[in-house]
């Protein structure tokens, strides 16, 4: 722990790099974007303790953007990373990539653990959590009371944006029912909407968090962009299991995004 009174950790997501530098996604240089949220996270977050990455990474599931990634963060940033799979990725090849300072299902910070949880369904869009994960979260929650964050790329409410909501997670009951049943448990995290959101059920506080590239419009029932900037969300997990979370973002710039897109 870097600090005695609480642990910073990061999230970043849905980054949608290409195969090659450079690839647009809808007028936007994801590779541009991302750099950005990087260069600010290097300015204001050197000090911090670990970083998630929850999907998404890869726009079609490229292996070199997986490196690309990992390169870019390592060269900004010096710690811990987690990172899980979005619909975008391919989860096997992400899995494959062994680092010793890269984990893929589960974080161990002292007072607090962080799980990872996959809600990829290959070939689909939206997000289901199969039986082995639903069983190793049941399994990790029974065997350690930890005050727990869970991370995951799909939402498990809907955000309130129709085309959004048609691809959450389809057994989000279950899974929500069983964090419900563990007082330990303090939060839900995920990515895929592209845009901070807040909320709460029962005692779990649950948030989604804006990308590192375009940001979708919220409370759209359409396909729709906003004018946000990309950004990333910060925690400040305290022994006594309370937390602190936010939202940081780019500075203004002027990015080339295709805000008449109806889609991608």
Known sequence: MSRVES????????CHLG????????????DESLADVLALLALTESSADCLVATGDISSQGELESYHRFLHSLQ??????MGWLAGNHDVAVDMKAIRQPSLFIDYMDLGP???ILLDS??????????SEDELQRLEGLLNVSDKHTLV???????????????????RNATRLLD????????????????????????????????????IQFKANSDGFALDTSMPGYRWFDLH????????VKRVSEKDYSIDFSSEGY
């Open 112 to 114: 607090w653990q962080i």
């Open 120 to 129: 990829s369904v290959p070939g689909e869009i939206y997000g289901n959590i």
């Open 19 to 30: 195969a090659n530098p450079g690839e647009l996604l809808l007028g936007l240089n994801p």
């Open 239 to 246: 022994a006594d299991g309370r937390f602190d979370t936010g």
């Open 178 to 213: 069983l964090l419900a049943q563990h007082q330990h448990v303090k939060g839900l995290i995920w990515g895929h909407v592209h845009q901070d959101f807040t909320a709460t059920r029962e005692h779990i506080k649950l948030y989604g968090t804006p990308s590192t590239c």
């Open 7 to 14: 642990l910073r950790l990061l999230q970043v997501t849905d």
């Open 151 to 169: 991370f995951v790329h799909h939402q498990p409410v809907p955000v309130g944006s129709a085309w959004m909501d048609q691809y959450i997670i």
């Open 75 to 80: 060269g900004n940033l010096s710690m811990p």
